[in-house]
């Protein structure tokens, strides 16, 4: 069981990480569930012909199976408040569905993507932890998106930190290499090498549970007990970040 989260900043680059997620399930014969929006579903089928990938084959017989969205949070959400029995009834009618066809069953998720944007982030952490007993039941992978830019301080208010807590595995940008040499700088400028070698350790003896790159786990750390180091590193991977 795997349940993943991507936080992405653009458009384009997301679509390019669900393509290939989705692509090696079916090459693998998984049954590939998207749980997204119209719009999306489009753009992502469009990504797939592009790559090679005749998706709206897999599509047509079922093999790829798209579940809107706002069907099943209008039908899990009670006064903006996930009902974890709802979501249960719902999530694992997809998720058994799916299984029915298929061994090996992987899900997009865009749920929280949209509670998100629409400014309900404490329904989001409370709908990702609500997968957990699911998850134990239907061994699926799941991958989670959110458009989170991870090195932007006032994401890191607690929110980032539960919505992370409620996933397997983290995976904060779409070029992870990229990501971490911005991070790995902006620590080298801002602090002397012992105290680099220092959090290293550090982050790494009291690193998340989720499995998440180094650079990450690092900023968490400095923001939980260097918040204003915590800022000095976060402006100067920003900038590093951008000269890419």
């Not at 393509?19 to 929006?37: K, T």
């Not at 249960?88 to 998100?116: C, F, H, I, K, N």
Request: glycine fraction near 6%.
């Amino acid at each position: 069981m795997t349940h993943a989260l991507h936080l992405y900043q653009e458009e384009s680059c997301l679509l390019e990480a669900l393509a290939a997620y989705v692509a090696e399930g079916l090459r693998l014969d998984e049954g590939i569930v998207v749980i997204g929006s119209t719009e999306r579903w489009h753009l992502l089928l469009e990504q797939l012909q592009s790559s090679g990938v005749d998706a709206r084959n897999h599509a047509l017989h079922g093999q790829l199976r798209l579940f809107g969205q706002q069907i099943v949070l209008s039908t899990c959400l009670t006064d903006g408040l996930p009902v974890r029995h709802k979501i249960g009834q719902v999530l694992g009618a997809v998720l058994g569905l799916a299984r029915m066809r298929y061994t090996r069953v992987r899900v997009v998720s865009e749920l929280t993507d949209s509670l998100w944007r629409a400014g309900q982030r404490e329904t989001a952490c409370a709908l990702e932890r609500a997968w957990r007993p699911l998850l134990a039941v239907h061994d699926v992978r799941v991958l989670c998106v959110c458009p989170i830019d991870s090195l932007e301080g006032h994401f890191y208010n607690g929110t980032l930190q539960t919505l992370c807590a409620a996933h397997t595995h983290v995976r904060p940008a779409r070029d992870e290499a990229g990501f971490e040499g911005a991070v790995s700088e902006a620590v080298a400028e801002v602090l002397d090498a012992p105290l680099v070698e220092m959090l290293q350790s550090l982050s790494a003896a009291h690193r998340p549970s989720a499995d998440m790159p180094p650079g990450q786990a690092m900023l968490f750390w400095l923001k939980d007990n260097m918040p204003r180091t915590a800022e000095k590193v976060l402006a100067r991977a920003r900038a590093r970040w951008s000269e890419q």
